[in-house]
């Protein structure tokens, strides 16, 4: 258990949807992640937050947004959903953003 | 372009042999390296980093690895593979900004 917990483990809904998916980090971790997990792009960085402001950006979506709120958890907020965003998203949290990063369980969103 | 290649997409080993797993990276300078490893249902979980110093990194069960310059390459090794050890297997190499990029993984099947 890496003490990172993420919410729903499942989320099955239908295009054209908004989800809301959330992570909290590991207790004193300042930095949180999202990644991507899908069996055509792999693991992919989306987003990251440090202390509630946004420090970095993948391959995120203009679809989808992210937020991490004072008591430092994090929401992942993907809207107008399609097929395609069917995938495992991941949160990974770190103490200060510049080191090692532990990973959440997962959530499996699946789109019909 | 910033790369991680694990060239072997599938392996497998018989129990209480040996395994090496590959990873190379294409990037300006040394990154950080990771590696992980997914179990069937389950998230990321940490087996061990490479930041600096010694080339050659312990880890937890058993593993290990090796940075080589070089090469560019950051290899995992465990001497002997317990059937628990089945699972899938991700480089990940990070630079300045620290956020992660992933091999495509390498799928590890124990046979007895």
């Known amino acids: 258990d890496s003490g990172v917990t993420q919410t729903p483990k499942h989320l099955i809904t239908a295009t054209g949807q908004r989800v809301t998916l959330r992570c909290s980090p590991r207790?004193?971790?300042?930095?949180v992640y999202w990644y991507q997990q899908s069996l055509d792009q792999g693991l992919q960085f989306l987003i990251q937050?440090?202390?509630?402001?946004?420090?970095a950006k993948g391959n995120i979506l203009e679809r989808f947004s992210a937020q991490q709120f004072p008591d430092l958890h994090s929401e992942l907020n993907l809207s107008s959903l399609e097929l395609g965003d069917s995938a495992l998203y991941f949160c990974?949290?770190?103490?200060?953003?510049?080191?090692?990063?532990?990973f959440g369980p997962g959530t499996r969103l699946t789109v019909l | 372009a910033q790369s991680v290649t694990q060239p072997d997409i599938h392996i497998t080993v018989s129990e209480g042999a040996s395994l090496e797993l590959r990873c190379n990276y294409s990037?300006?300078?040394?990154?950080?390296l990771f590696w992980y490893v997914q179990s069937p249902g389950q998230g990321l979980q940490l087996l061990l980093k490479?930041?600096?110093?010694?080339?050659l990194v312990q880890g937890i069960k058993g593993f290990e690895a090796e940075f080589k310059r070089s090469q560019s390459s950051f290899n995992l090794r465990k001497p002997s593979v317990h059937w628990s050890d089945a699972a899938e297997y991700f480089c990940?190499?990070?630079?300045?900004?620290?956020?992660?990029?992933f091999g495509a993984g390498t799928t590890v099947t124990v046979r007895a």
């Open positions: 937050y440090y202390n509630g402001e946004e420090r």
């Open positions: 990940a190499v990070g630079f300045n900004d620290y956020k992660l990029s």
């Open positions: 990037y300006g300078a040394t990154p950080y």
């Open positions: 207790s004193g971790d300042l930095s």
């Open positions: 990974a949290s770190s103490e200060d953003g510049t080191d090692t990063q532990y």
């Open positions: 490479y930041f600096s110093g010694d080339t």
